[in-house]
């Protein structure tokens, strides 16, 4: 028998009085209180309590074993408390990686708001446009950009994503603006990591293989090559839409422009109850919805199984 098993359940039938009402507080049966405080008894070789079928009363023995017992029951369950907090607290390093333009314009700006009001937490950012292994590479959190597929990973969507095909007046002055998916094949289509476009047509997702002259793994150097009239290049909202708006760009293909995009929090699956991970991913969702309002109306804070793109 374990040396403190029974004093729980001795000291709550001397605060309040009956075998019940302890077993009620404790979430247990009376016959498993009865039996307990008799197994103390035993071990102690010396009988606590007086019962009679109308009260409890305490033996000499039993008032000044109490007396040390009750603080003790107190300090046990503070520690408890205080270990709960403890792990209950967000703490520790976060391990987050992101695209890099994405990452260095909005995702960094946010966790070092986040780690003035946390110090207690630490991060590693690591930003590059290459598909990232989170669990090979030990990261807790991976921001991820497009549509996903369904898997064991764990995603909440943070806001809402718009690919854009665009080109600049000058290349238009060049080359005809087009209006069919087929058309592509007649242009000079700049892409970066993918040569492949995403498109829905009539609600179904479809990819166009695309060819042109030019190629980079960096959105901003694409960005430039579409803004000099190199090309066509299919980009995200984040990088054209003030290009747009200015008059710098110019949107084509609107029709077939898919929404079942965005961007995503992805954690491993036995991540996702960390209190640091839920701090980190509730925050960055509150935040960009903020500063990128959501387009449609699917709900920011649902949580899906998906995989990265």
Not at 28 to 35: D, Q, T
Not at 93 to 116: K, V
Request: proline fraction near 6%; aromatic fraction near 8%; charge should be positive.
């Amino acid at each position: 028998m374990h040396p403190w098993a029974g004093i729980e359940a001795f000291v709550e039938v001397v605060r309040l009085g009956s075998f019940a009402s302890a077993a009620q507080r404790l979430g247990v049966s009376s016959s498993h209180v009865s039996r307990q405080i008799a197994a103390l008894e035993k071990r102690l070789d010396a009988p606590l309590l007086y019962r009679t079928t109308r009260r409890i009363r305490l033996t000499e023995a039993g008032r000044l074993y109490y007396e040390q017992c009750d603080a003790l029951v107190d300090g046990f369950r503070d520690a408890d408390a205080v270990l709960r907090d403890f792990e209950a607290r967000p703490r520790g390093e976060i391990a987050l990686t992101c695209a890099t333009t994405f990452g260095e314009r909005y995702i960094a700006p946010l966790i070092n708001d986040l780690l003035t009001q946390y110090p207690q937490l630490s991060v590693r950012l690591h930003f590059t446009n290459r598909k990232v292994d989170l669990i090979e590479e030990g990261f807790d959190i991976g921001i991820r950009m497009g549509a996903l597929e369904d898997s064991s990973m764990i995603a909440r969507r943070l806001t809402d994503r718009r690919e854009y095909v665009v080109g600049s007046p000058d290349y238009f002055q060049h080359y005809p603006q087009p209006h069919t998916l087929s058309e592509l094949r007649r242009h000079r289509c700049l892409h970066g990591s993918r040569d492949r476009w995403r498109f829905a047509v009539d609600g179904i997702a479809r990819e166009v293989t695309v060819r042109g002259p030019w190629q980079a793994n960096s959105g901003p150097a694409l960005l430039d090559a579409v803004l000099k009239g190199l090309g066509l290049a299919q980009l995200p909202d984040y990088y054209v839409e003030q290009h747009l708006a200015k008059g710098q760009l110019i949107s084509v293909l609107d029709a077939y422009r898919h929404s079942d995009t965005g961007v995503w929090a992805v954690t491993p699956h036995h991540r996702q109850r960390s209190p640091k991970v839920r701090l980190v991913i509730d925050y960055l969702a509150e935040q960009l919805a903020r500063r990128l309002p959501p387009r449609s109306p699917e709900p920011m804070n649902s949580l899906e199984r998906h995989e990265q793109p």
